[in-house]
């Protein structure tokens, strides 16, 4: 960032610590950041985390955040924001949007969660702030990155259609164990929502949805093979965007084989269940473990017929692993998830743009070589 910042990070997780640093570490102008969290000392440790870990002269302050109410000492902090990164549970995505719209801060977040991104549409529609919705690895990057894809394709070719735009990302341990071949690499709410609510995807030009888990198939992508399957959010408001240009889109989870196979026996377990995803997730977090050893494998592609008819596919596929940011090293889904977000408060604050920004709106060639995220995901052609 090229002007000091007064920043707010609502939550005190691993993402929120991790955009924290990379903003101190990486900004052209170190801003002046607030941690807040309703657990104040988990605030007040990453606060000082921070300090610990840049290399660059820092401020940050930690506060107890209410996701419902606003105190005094709150309002305060707020009043001196600029903007907010929302790093909480998804389902408190429309309380801190809304004390974004109040305080005239810029904001984005991180959720997946559709209805909850349909409430915020609705009340930021009239801000006087840009509010930038689903902006991490899966809903965010991953989706600018194939909106970039297929506006390329119909340019270089000359077309307005395509057949397929495919977009897949796995949050992956290196090594991966019987049963469930699986492990935590992040937190583990919402892995059990995306596994079982409807997924929005594009069948025959039109936009439609399929259950979550029901087209498995397997890939190779550099080599290596995986699962991959259905799971609900990953595409944002692209099958919105594209109805219409696009035959068939969706956005598939990529796993270790046979992990899928271990998540079915566990549903048939719960098929009579009043809540499966409340069930599924108690199964993953008694029996998986949390691996701090991570990777992220991305694929994005692009396939269709060129103004002459010739067939044509392009491909990206990005291997993330662990990064050191001044002096602590970061996981992948760390760097990968926060970069997206910080991003998008850096282009809100520059272009003062004012209301809601989904990711099929925002201007993928500027965000895709952002000084943040081209530093995490590389370059793109």
Known sequence: MKN???LIIAGAGGIAEAAGLI???WSAVTPTI???DRDLEKAQNVAQWIMNGTTKACKVQAFYLDANSISDDMGRIFEKGDALLDCLPGSLAPNMARMAKTYKLCYANLTEYVAETNQIIQLAKDAQTGFVLQTGLAPGY??????HMFQNFCKKHKVEQVDTLELKVGALTNHAIAPHYYGFTWSPVGVATEYLKDCIVIRNYNKTSLPALSERAYIIINGIGYEEDLTSGGAADLPDALSGKVKHLDYKTLRHPLHYTWVGKQLKTLKNSKDPIS???????????HIEDDQIVLYAAVAGKDATGKFYR????KHIKPQQIGKHTLRAIQTSTATPLIQAIAWL????????VLQSQLDATAFLKGDFVKRVYGEIK
């Open 279 to 289: 069930g599924l997730q108690e199964i993953m977090q008694t029996e998986i473990p």
């Open 314 to 317: 392009q491909e990206i596929a």
């Open 4 to 6: 000091h910042y007064h």
């Open 23 to 25: 903003l101190a570490e």
């Open 349 to 356: 604050l520059d272009s003062k743009t004012k209301g809601v």
């Open 34 to 36: 607030y941690i807040g």
């Open 142 to 147: 991953i989706d600018v990155l194939a909106h």
